[in-house]
């Protein structure tokens, strides 16, 4: 691994009721990179969001972000480290208000200081929550409840953003959408990691990819590299 990455993972291993879903798992994302995880459903993608979360407890394997092992540490204090997840599903509070929903998520130690200005840039990101501030969050669209979880996860001032399948359940127009809500926030300076079954955007995205077959990485590198591998085009994109 090279040194000096922001978040590194090295030799996770998961598994459940004696099952696997992670075996040996590693990877790094240095700071300001926009990295995704690809594979198919099943292919052990959410697992290993939950593990850096601190969500599921690894069984083998280090975790470390800026250096500090952070590994089986409980999950408030690992978002108080700078790591933030956009929930596969959304888990907003629908019986909450927008904007109530968004001020949750800056009540982090870290996110207090300046929460009037990062409320003020993620409605600049997202103008409809703005619009909609008042209203529940259980009433919003699915690709607006989209939109409130990942701007519930930039109240918390992270260093590191994890989407877990962010396209499930949205219209091919607003997986669009969401897709460039993503390259917004990465060209803003955010560290990203994206977890994804769609295969072609997400590599068109990132700067560096990583394919998660049956709880292992299968193949790593550059974007233009996977998009241009024989097995990637033959096994995800249809080529």
């Known amino acids: 691994m090279l ?3 922001l978040l590194t993972i090295d030799g996770l291993c998961v598994a459940y009721d004696g099952s ?5 798992v590693s990877l790094q994302i240095h700071k300001g990179e926009l990295i995704c995880v690809v594979g198919a459903n099943g292919a052990g993608k959410t697992s290993l969001i939950r593990s850096i979360s601190g969500i599921v407890r690894s ?12 590994t089986g540490m409980p999950p408030w204090e690992i978002c108080e480290r700078g790591i933030a997840q956009v929930a596969e599903g959304r888990q907003i509070f629908g019986s909450l208000s927008v904007e109530e929903n968004l001020l949750l998520g800056g009540t982090l130690k870290r996110a207090k200081a300046g929460q009037s200005e990062t409320l003020d840039f993620v409605y600049q990101l997202f103008e409809k ?3 909609r501030r008042g209203q529940l969050a259980g009433t919003l669209s699915g690709g607006e409840q989209q939109m409130l979880a990942i701007g519930r996860a930039i109240m918390s001032k992270p260093e590191v953003v994890m989407f877990d399948e962010p396209s499930i359940g949205l219209s091919p127009a607003l997986t669009d959408v969401m897709f460039r809500v993503v390259k917004s926030l990465h060209e ?10 769609n295969v072609a955007k997400s590599l068109a995205l990132a700067n560096r990819g990583y394919v998660l077959e049956n709880g292992s990485i299968v193949l790593h590198g550059s974007s233009d590299e996977l998009l241009d591998n024989p097995e990637i085009q033959r096994a995800y994109l249809g080529l």
Do not use: W, Y
Not at 20 to 24: H, K, Q, S, T, Y
Not at 188 to 197: D, I, R, S, Y
């Open 3 to 5: 040194s000096g990455a």
């Open 59 to 70: 069984s083998s394997g280090v975790i470390k972000m800026n250096g500090v092992d952070i």
């Open 188 to 197: 803003q300076g955010a560290t990203v990691l994206l977890v994804e079954q």
């Open 129 to 131: 929550l703005r619009e």
């Open 20 to 24: 696997c879903a992670l075996n040996g």
